[in-house]
């Protein structure tokens, strides 16, 4: 089996700060924690699921897996309307337990490369 390179994350944690992107990156955009009756930052699971990054990430790559996107070698991760984007880049760097095949599925494929 061939080994696969990790693929670096970059976390955009600021309004105005998403980074330039090429045909290689992927982009994903975590929503506020809004829109249904609790105001942000509240504890919602149904918000919790829809800012999971560690979940898009693992969706993003069996999406490109089974060419259902393009390929990708890098991940830009919007993170600026989540109220505490501490916990994204916790997710990354394994300072929150995994609860899943695909938590250790993301923390062997996919490396935080830089939050800004």
């Given amino acids: 089996m061939a080994r696969v390179e990790p693929i670096p994350v970059t ?15 992927a ?21 919790a699921t829809r800012t999971d990054v560690r979940a898009m990430l693992y969706d993003l790559l ?5 060419e259902l996107r393009p390929a990708f070698t890098r991940v830009i991760v919007d993170a600026s309307a989540v109220p505490d984007p501490a916990v994204v880049v916790a997710a990354l ?14 923390a062997r494929l996919f490396y935080l490369a830089d939050a800004a």
């Fill in 11 to 25: 976390v955009v944690t600021k309004a105005g700060q998403l980074l330039a992107l090429d045909a290689d990156t």
């Fill in 62 to 66: 069996e999406s490109a897996k089974r």
């Fill in 27 to 47: 982009l994903l955009r975590l929503p506020a924690n809004s829109g249904h009756g609790h105001p942000d930052g509240q504890h919602c699971v149904a918000c």
């Fill in 93 to 106: 760097t394994g300072k929150l337990p995994a609860q899943a095949l695909r938590d250790h599925t993301v």
